[in-house]
């Protein structure tokens, strides 16, 4: 974190290790179960319950870690330890993590992710647990028969071999690039495009903020009932039109910007903003998203709202709310986490809607880099990104 300022501006790096962005991807999944949860509990008025408060983000996240690992030679992750009265079936660290996986409760993971596409990768496991829906799971490390023991390992071993071999099929390792490829796109591109407004500009003004919709008299969508598509024409249609109106009310004083759709069975379709302004005639930030609130509401005929993250500001971990110096290495940071939230959970799971709509888009940023700028000759590539993984994974952070 003792980064010289004057280099800070270059390290909006993209990262180059998919080792990297699932870190980050891990760490964006996390992070909307916990904002979901605090957001829905600051609007009491718009009858929300806590919105999709889980640890599902955990398993899905653990699932393509193991998709690496079970690759590797290793020793067998399951054995059973024969005494003179009793066995036990053993699990290796490898096979706790697979016990681990064996054990989720696929059916409510996606029953808390509707409308939403999961990858190649968490589709092999689901679909093999389900070709186990006896598990012996209640066998391991107690007390059990020698003929219990050996047949637990047999029965744990055989999904071992399974998952290796469908998780080794040329089909499966392309759907699964294929899966990525958007994620990872936006992810680079967002870090080329805030890189460059970053070498240009040393403070700008930053605005947070979440456009909600509830129609009167909605219910939130209920475990076991099916998600639908209705009401999404006219939320995008909405959408546009408070987006031209942003254009309009800041003109080439609006820097920069990034959104991302969202549902959640909870909360439903709502978008995820951050908005980079010219700091002059733009200090008072709070306001601003005020006033950007109430042409929502307005837009949408009293059912919308919005969710003001620069109210917030003072409780930010890193400084990317208000204004901000882009030659400050927290405000990278927490830049970093930003456009990972909003673009890397893609990477496990995403929203699945009809391809007319976007689910993501930035714009107004420079297209290129300064003709004369160039990054410090000793930074290794990626460098920033990896220290920050390496602290928000001791740390747990909040991105913003």
Not at 288 to 297: A, I, N, Q, R, Y
Not at 335 to 354: E, H, P, R
Request: with cysteine.
């Amino acid at each position: 974190m003792n980064q010289p300022k004057h280099e800070a501006r270059d390290q909006i790096t993209r990262p180059s290790e998919d080792a990297d962005l699932n870190s980050m991807a891990r760490l964006a999944l996390r992070q909307r179960a916990i904002e979901w949860t605090s957001k829905n509990d600051e609007h009491p008025e718009q009858g929300l319950q806590v919105g999709r408060a889980n640890v599902h983000d955990r398993i899905i996240s653990l699932l393509h870690e193991l998709a690496k690992e079970v690759m590797r030679p290793s020793d067998p992750p399951f054995f059973a330890e024969h005494g003179k009265t009793s066995s036990f079936v053993r699990c290796t660290p490898l096979g706790q993590q697979l016990l681990d996986a064996a054990c989720a409760d696929f059916y409510q993971i996606e029953a808390d992710y509707p409308l939403h596409d999961f990858s190649p990768v968490y589709k092999v496991f689901a679909r093999l647990r389900r070709l186990m829906p006896g598990f012996p799971s209640s066998y391991f490390n107690r007390s059990v028969s020698v003929h219990d023991a050996n047949q637990t390992v047999v029965q744990a071993l055989w999904f071992v071999k399974a998952l290796r071999r469908a998780l080794g099929r040329e089909s499966v390792k392309t759907a699964n690039e294929n899966f990525r490829r958007g994620a990872m796109d936006n992810f680079k591109g967002l870090s080329d495009s805030v890189g460059w407004l970053a070498q240009r500009r040393k403070d700008v003004i930053g605005l947070r903020f979440d456009l909600y919709e509830r129609a009167a008299g909605s219910e939130p969508v209920k475990l076991g009932d099916t998600a639908s598509l209705d009401g999404l024409d006219e939320f995008m249609a909405c959408r546009e039109r408070f987006h031209r109106s942003l254009h309009r009310r800041f003109g080439k004083k609006l820097l920069g910007y990034f959104w991302a759709l969202e549902y959640g069975r909870e909360s439903k379709y709502h978008v995820h903003y951050f908005v980079m302004l010219d700091p002059r005639g733009n200090e008072d930030h709070v306001g601003l998203v005020e006033m950007l609130g109430e042409k929502w509401v307005s837009l949408t005929e009293g059912r919308g709202y919005i969710y003001n993250g620069n109210a917030h500001a003072d409780h930010q971990t890193y400084p990317v709310l208000g204004r901000v110096n882009l030659d400050d290495p927290q405000t990278i940071t927490g830049l970093q986490f930003l456009m990972s939230y909003l673009t890397l959970a893609g990477l496990f799971v995403k929203l699945d809607v009809n391809k007319r709509f976007r689910t993501f888009s930035k714009g107004r940023f420079p297209k290129g880099p300064p003709r004369k700028a160039g990054r410090p000759a000793d930074r290794v590539a990626g460098s920033r990104l990896k220290i920050t993984v390496a602290e928000a994974r001791a740390n747990f952070m909040k991105f913003i």
